[in-house]
């Protein structure tokens, strides 16, 4: 079975600085991967997917993400965040011939002034 | 175009209480899922339907969970009676169709708390 993990739990940055947020699967084949993003009270919304092509995704909001198969990792990078950037942000991984999704724990972002 | 509507936001009950969450997904979306969110945790799926048939309800505690779809749209999620360990957010998420490559819009999700 895949499953994900986000070895952060929390991250600070200030405004203006770079992000990134790691994020390593496990699973056989190629997974499909996704990261979502959720505002306090607010529900899940997709910043970004990878399901084959190019490893270097672009998503809303500015931000990128790139897929290693060598290190199964699907780190999400932002170069210069907003005050509105803080939120808690999940990474997931889904099987082509599945609709299942495995989130992992999240990361929760703060962002200083 | 609306997104996944859900009622109520928020939700306090006694243990051993019954509680129902309501789901309206966006519309010609034929998938319908529920997830539970535990404090500090990703989501977990608790159970799918496509149109009104509930393909997918492996991981419904169906002891004291419920949930129906009636006329393949709106749904409707019941805990009946309440634990404490119940205390999570429910979120509805709908698809056009299911597969990873369809994405899933989640709502704002029900913030249950049992005391």
């Known amino acids: ?113 | 175009e609306a997104g996944v509507v859900q009622s109520p936001r928020y939700k306090i009950i006694e243990k051993k209480q019954p509680v129902a969450f309501w789901c309206n997904p966006i519309s010609g979306h034929n998938t319908l899922y529920w997830y539970r969110q535990n404090l500090g945790q990703g989501p977990e799926l608790l159970i799918r339907y496509e149109n009104e048939e509930a393909v997918d309800d492996s991981q419904l505690p169906k002891d004291r969970f419920s949930a129906e779809r009636l006329k393949g749209v709106d749904s409707t999620l019941k805990i009946q009676p309440a634990e404490l360990g119940d205390s999570a957010v429910y979120l509805c998420a709908s698809s056009l169709t299911s597969g990873s490559g369809y994405e899933q819009y989640f709502g704002p999700g029900t913030r249950l708390t049992v005391t």
Do not use: M
């Open chain 1, 1 to 113: 079975a895949q499953s994900v993990t986000q070895p952060d739990i929390h991250i600070t940055v200030s405004e203006g600085a770079s992000l990134e947020l790691r994020c390593n699967y496990s699973y056989g084949a190629t997974p499909y991967l996704f990261w979502y993003v959720q505002s306090p009270g607010q529900g899940l919304q997709l910043l970004l997917k990878y399901f084959s092509g190019d490893t270097l995704v672009q998503g809303i909001k500015g931000f990128e993400a790139e897929f290693k198969r060598s290190q199964s990792s699907f780190n999400l990078r932002k170069p210069s965040v907003h005050w509105s950037d803080a939120a808690e942000y999940f990474c997931a991984v889904g099987e082509s011939n599945d609709y299942k999704l495995s989130f992992g724990a999240g990361t929760t972002v703060t962002v200083r002034a």
